[in-house]
Every structure is written in structure tokens, then in C-alpha cells.
């Protein structure tokens, strides 16, 4: 690990200075009323971000006095392990399960699931986190069904087998931007993109399929504030998704300003056009998550840099995040003092984003034990 302070002139990469804040002191945000994990109560919404290491969960817990209901966006984790340069601990299986569990059963509705497409990091643990007799909402795929196979995903594919097929829609022929038939209180969700054709060049010049390419991407939209889940969607040449993503959501009039939170496409990857400038400049979020490990080299501190234009400026100390230059698992790892509203799962553990529809506020659970601290950010939703 290289640890690179505010200001500081390193050679091998100088602009990162540009990220750095003037406060640069040390230390953890002072501890707030988050407290124990529990459901917001009355009208709020919120956001999980599990910390599972290179992969994403994300549980939203619906909002409303009588809403009950949850959407699960994707729940896996890839097979590179925990390293000891990720601060925050991961969770295991294991774990993964009774957090999403213990709000669940908790809640007692119906789930929806969100599936952005067919890789073991997204879909890995969908199958244990939900119960054979919990009760489902509908499920969306990005991709084909038929991409959800045993090869690429066996247990998610097992767990398909037993949803009863009107509840499943995938992403064959569903490439329109549209509201999705989500029961979620007061939050609506919006399909942006979902395109079953991703397609990569190879080696010998032929196309392929790309999983990533076939993301999912979603708008969720409740009050002011907006979210967007892009899975890992990319952005260049014949794999456009993001470039779709943007044009879905010039349809469906789009937060002016800017969208309030963000979770980065691809874990922070620069790769494929992942995280461009386009969309950066397109979205322009308030708050950026990155579901990420440095295990696969992410985020990659270009990315980074892009969201750190237009996020809002935390309200307390200065925290440390930690990026790579070159985005390979081998890549040097750089920690940077931060001012500004970004998070990783690697350091700073399982994010929840409570908001009100008016408000957001940010707490981060470094030990994904249910005990969020308030961490830096409450802000109006929407610039
Ligand atoms: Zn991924």
C-alpha cells in the first residue's frame, strides 16, 4: 500500500493531488444517531450497500407507513478473497445472509429482485439470501434467461428454476425505457436500459457476448431524490450502455442537476468506457458508492475522479479512500484524503443511504454489524 496524504507530490501519479481536500485530518466521523440496524420507520427509504468485497448487494427497503416491501439489486461476490489492504472486513456467505435476513423477516413483504446480469460477483448469493417461502414481487434479468445457466451462475440458476415463470421478465426485446412493476411504496423504478445483445470484440476481430454489456440499469426515484443502479454496465464502441442508460433517462425527465446517489458501473472499473465522462457529466451525482474490493484493482482513480467533480462536500472530518491506477488486482493501491461524498465498501464498509425523499443522509457500518455511523453527508436531495 502507498499511502499518498493531501498535497502530496508523488510522481507516479501527481493528479490525484487533485482529489485532495483541503482537510486533511485523520480519523473517523464522530458516532451518531444511526444506531442499530432497523427499519426506517414512517416514510423513509433505504439503501444497503453490503460490503461483499469484489461484487455488489444492494437491498432497498421501501418506503411508507404501510409498505413493507423490499428490492433486492443483485446479491453475489466474486471469488477473490478478502486481502488485508481492504480496511473495512467483508462479509462472508454467511453473514451476507443474516444481515439481509434480519431485515426481511423484519419487514415481512415481498421482495422484488433485480438481477443486471450473469456474473457469479452479482448473482452468487441471491439463492441463500432470499428463503424458499419468501414471499417474491417480480424478478427483472439483464440478459437472457437462458444466460443465467449453471455454468456461468449454477445456484442462481437452481433458485430461477423454482420462481414461477410469470413472475420473471428478462431483458429479451425489452430495451424501452419504462416504470417497472415494482410495488415499493412511494418509490418508483424505472428500467433505463436493458439490452440482452452486449457484444465484445475479440482477439481475431469477431463479436461476442458480453455479460456486462447486457446490465440492467435502473433509476429508482422517490421525491427528490433519485438513485441509479447500473450493474456493470459499460460505454464504448459496440458495448454503449451507458450511452443507453442516458438516453433512457432523458425520457423519463430527469433530475435537473444532477441524480442524488450513484452506484458506480463495474465496481469503479475504467475499463470498456465503464464510468465515463459521458456519464459522469450526464448523471452528475451527489453521492457515489463504489461496490468494490482491491482485490480486482478497483476503483480505478480515473473513475474516481470523475465522480469527485460533482459530489457534495461531506460535512465532517476527512476519510480516506482507496483507489488503484491501473485497475488490475496487481495494480498499485493509492489511499486519498477525501472531502468530498464518495465511498467504497473496502473502506468504508456497508453504506446505508436513508432519505426522506427530501433529505439524504449517509451512514457507514465499517464492521456490517447493523451499527451505521452518520458519515458525512446529509443533504437535500437534488441540487
Ligand atoms: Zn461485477
Redesign the pocket.
Known sequence: MLAIGCGSKSRRYTSIDALCAADKKAGQDPPDNFGELEPPVGNKLAVHFLNVGH??CILVECPGPTSKNSVLIDCGSGPARSLARDRAPQLRQKDTVAYIQRILTERAGETSVILTHP?M??VSRVREVLKPDQKLGKVFLGGKRGSYSSVLAPSVAKWLSNVAADKIQDATNRTDTRQLDIACGGAKFYRLTADARGMKRTLFNRFVSYPNATSFVTLLRYGKFTAVFPG?ATGSGKLPTTAKALQGLSQISPPVGGVSLMASA??GSATHGSNNTEWTNGTRPQITVFSSSTSMGHPNCAAVKRYHKYAATRKTKGHDLTCTKGGKSWSRNYRVGMAKALYTTQDHGTIRVVTDGTTVRVGCDRHSNGTARFCGVDIPAGR
Open positions: 461484487g455488489n456474473h460477483d452479482h456493470d463495474h465496481h
